[in-house]
């Protein structure tokens, strides 16, 4: 049984790109290592906080690829990954209504793990 839900990581992280406000929501208690067992999702979740961090209201492709890009290994995996197609997929599927059942998924294998 694996303690992380990727499907369930994405839709959170497309919210959170829909709607950064949330990262910076005391309700939602979110930190990188919740996203570590997966590479790329950990390095997604970095990238969106700091493009959120930094003023970003809606976060797309183009400022997550504008942020990694200034880290070579890391911008690798992102591409390697299929970043910028993975970004406008996860986004149109993520429900911002759904937001407290991904998080509560996403949180309880975390604090499993």
Request: overall charge negative; charged content about 25%; some cysteine.
């Amino acid at each position: 049984m694996s303690l992380y839900s990727i499907n369930d990581s994405e839709l959170l992280l497309g919210i959170m790109m829909n709607n950064p406000k949330y990262l910076f929501d005391s309700k939602y208690k979110l930190s990188k290592d919740d996203f570590k067992p997966f590479q790329a999702h950990f390095i997604m979740y970095i990238a969106i906080y700091n493009c959120a961090n930094n003023g970003c209201d809606v976060i797309t492709e183009v400022e997550v690829d504008q942020w990694l890009e200034k880290f070579p290994t890391e911008y690798e995996v992102f591409k390697d990954f299929n970043g910028l197609e993975w970004i406008r997929t996860v986004k149109q599927l993520a429900k911002t209504e759904n937001i407290d059942y991904y998080y509560t998924k996403v949180r309880r294998w975390s604090l499993i793990r």
